[in-house]
């Protein structure tokens, strides 16, 4: 079994957590080798050491991390490796990854393009 | 011709703006019948009224907004529709739509849930 946690920018609004909330159940519906936690570098709970925490308490040894981030700046680019330093100092034996943020992905580009697109023709497929 | 604005929040790093621009590509590609224009909150040139200016400049009168945000926090909430709400003053014959984020949006949601799964597996199509 692999681990994945969606790690978000998070804000002071609870709601704003929605849309990752959405995001790993998708990515648990698809995956069913994986379990799923989300996490956030500020304001909503749990941090990334917490979730990375409790996916090692279920035994498991490998886990990815998805920066559910737009673009790479100096969150992903220096806070982000600080914090993975540091887990992996606490968990000697796991092997955790760091994939490139989901704004890198063309294919997520490409969605976002149709949905801009569909957008400002005002079509029900904007939503 | 419509117009479309790619509203992101910015960053204080420049290379921040490379996967905004790539989207705004996509969207000029596939889309002949709009304008595109990226614009940023903080940090990064343009603003948003100067990237409505100069899409109302060429003569366009239809314009949305579409907020390259994954989620709804204050940014969307408070600061973007007072931004917009300005606009409207300053261009009164300007048609302008805020669109909901981009991750409102299920496909772009389902995009990003394969990405995090073939980050897992480590797999090519993670990039």
Redesign the interface.
């Known amino acids: 079994m692999?681990?994945?946690v969606?790690f978000?920018?998070g804000?002071?609004?609870p709601?704003?957590?929605?849309?990752?909330r959405?995001?790993a159940g998708?990515?648990a519906a698809?995956?069913a080798g994986?379990r799923i936690e989300i996490a956030f570098l500020e304001h909503l709970q749990p941090p990334l050491e917490q979730a990375v925490a409790k996916l090692v308490q279920q035994g498991i040894g490998d886990v990815?991390v998805?920066p559910?981030?737009?673009?790479?700046?100096?969150?992903l680019?220096q806070d982000l490796p600080r914090i993975v330093e540091d887990i992996r100092r606490t968990h000697t034996h796991l092997v955790i990854?760091l994939?490139?943020?989901?704004?890198?992905?063309a294919?997520?580009?490409?969605?976002?393009?149709?949905?801009?697109?569909a957008?400002?023709?005002?079509t029900k497929s904007?939503?």
């Open positions: 692999r681990g994945i969606l978000a920018h804000a002071r609004d709601e704003w957590a929605q849309p990752v959405r995001l998708l990515v698809a995956d994986a990815t998805v559910v981030f737009i673009a790479e700046g100096g969150h680019k990854r994939a490139p943020p989901i704004g890198d992905s294919a997520v580009l490409e969605a976002m393009a149709a949905y801009a697109s957008a400002s023709h005002g904007a939503k």
